[in-house]
């Protein structure tokens, strides 16, 4: 739970949402995690694609968590459908970020992991297999072409600007109000 929340808690909300509705609209389907069918899509990802172990550090845990590939967020777009998801330990879910404070793309985030934990040698066998994961079988992420890509873009910004603005407009309509006939 959020300690202090910002304008921008709730555009990166509305982003979230959005991503997962066009997710939706490629997958041709609902993907709620949380009940019913695509819980049990994630729990064959873990389970089955994964056999039970983090995508990056090939650990077996008890806990792993939902995991989006290409970033579920306004840095890089990221689609919440079944190919851009795997299973992730907690330390493994803490995405790093580069020297100019943004965040790694997952095979970069994989080499670091990998890098960290000694285990280099198993960097391009995990990365076949995220690939695999991705690219093939029945999970396969949208190919998305660059002006699909820019569309998203575009939406998601403009989504986040707007719902911003609506928050301050929102702030500034209680401000007048709340002076106007509260404050007498």
Same mark, same amino acid.
């Given at each position: 739970?959020?300690? #202090?929340? /910002?304008?921008?808690?709730?555009? !990166? /909300? ?9 997710? =939706? ?6 993907? !709620? ?7 049990? %899509? ?10 039970? $172990? ?11 968590? %939902? @995991? ?15 190919? !851009? ?9 803490? $995405? ?10 997952? @095979? ?7 890098? =960290? ?7 391009? @066998? $995990? ?11 029945? #999970?396969? #992420?949208?190919?998305?072409? =660059? ?28 401000? @007048? ?6 404050? $007498?």
């Amino acid at each position: 739970m959020a300690v #202090y929340n /910002t304008s921008s808690d709730s555009a !990166n /909300t509305a982003i979230r949402a959005f991503l997962t509705k066009v997710g =939706e609209y490629y997958w041709g389907k609902s993907f !709620n995690t949380a009940s019913g069918s695509s819980k049990k %899509i994630f729990e064959h990802i873990k389970n089955e694609v994964f056999q039970g $172990r983090c995508a990056y550090c090939g650990k077996q845990a008890n806990k792993l968590q %939902i @995991e989006h590939l290409i970033m579920f967020n306004r840095s890089q777009y990221g689609l919440h459908h079944p190919g !851009n998801i795997v299973p992730s330990c907690p330390p493994c879910n803490k $995405r790093r970020k580069n020297s100019a404070k943004e965040y790694l793309d997952w @095979e970069d985030h994989l080499e670091q992991v990998c890098r =960290e934990n000694g285990d280099l040698d198993s960097f391009f @066998e $995990r990365k076949k297999k995220i690939k695999s994961h991705m690219h093939q079988g029945k #999970y396969k #992420y949208p190919d998305l072409n =660059e002006a699909e890509q820019h569309a998203i873009r575009v939406i998601a910004n403009s989504l986040y600007d707007n719902i911003k603005m609506e928050n301050d407009k929102a702030l500034k309509m209680y401000q @007048e109000l709340d002076s106007a006939f509260v404050k $007498r």
